[in-house]
C-alpha cells in the first residue's frame, strides 16, 4: 500500500510517500529524521499487517512541507536523510520541495 503523508495546496504537493508493502520496519528512517516526524509501529493503513511499519506522526503531517524542508537537497543532504537510509527504498518524497526551490537556483 502507498501512504502518503502530508497535504496538497495552490503551492504544491507536500508529502513523504511510504510504500509500507516494501517497508520492512527496521526503524532506520525514524533514526536519522532531524525533525523526529516519523516513528515506526503498528500500520494505521493497513489493521490486518501484524509488522511494524514506518510513518508520520500524525502532528506532523499538515506541517510537512516546513518540518521536511531542512533535509532537501538544496539544503545540502541529497538525496534526504530517511531515504538514504531506507535500503528497501520504501519511501520518498513528493516534488512540492523541488517546484518551489527551482527559482532559487537560477
Given at each position: 500500500?502507498?501512504?502518503?503523508?502530508?497535504?496538497?495546496?495552490?503551492?504544491?504537493?507536500?508529502?513523504?510517500?511510504?510504500?509500507?508493502?516494501?517497508?520492512?520496519?527496521?526503524?532506520?528512517?525514524?533514526?536519522?529524521?532531524l525533525a523526529?516526524?516519523?516513528?515506526?509501529?503498528?500500520?494505521?493503513?493497513?489493521?490486518?499487517?501484524?509488522?511494524?511499519?514506518?510513518?508520520?506522526?500524525?502532528?506532523?503531517?499538515?506541517?510537512?512541507?516546513?518540518?521536511?524542508?531542512?533535509?532537501?537537497?538544496?539544503?545540502?543532504?541529497?538525496?534526504?536523510?530517511?531515504?538514504?537510509?531506507?535500503?528497501?527504498?520504501?519511501?520518498?518524497?513528493?516534488?512540492?520541495?523541488?517546484?518551489?526551490?527551482?527559482?532559487?537556483?537560477?
Open positions: 500500500m502507498i501512504a502518503h503523508y502530508g497535504f496538497k495546496d495552490g503551492s504544491g504537493d507536500w508529502y513523504v510517500i511510504i510504500d509500507t508493502d516494501k517497508c520492512n520496519g527496521c526503524s532506520r528512517c525514524a533514526e536519522v529524521c523526529k516526524a516519523l516513528e515506526v509501529g503498528p500500520d494505521e493503513m493497513d489493521i490486518f499487517r501484524e509488522e511494524p511499519v514506518a510513518f508520520i506522526k500524525r502532528e506532523e503531517c499538515k506541517k510537512i512541507r516546513y518540518t521536511c524542508a531542512p533535509c532537501k537537497p538544496w539544503a545540502g543532504a541529497e538525496p534526504a536523510p530517511c531515504v538514504a537510509a531506507c535500503e528497501t527504498k520504501a519511501i520518498s518524497h513528493s516534488d512540492g520541495w523541488k517546484k518551489l526551490y527551482q527559482g532559487l537556483r537560477r
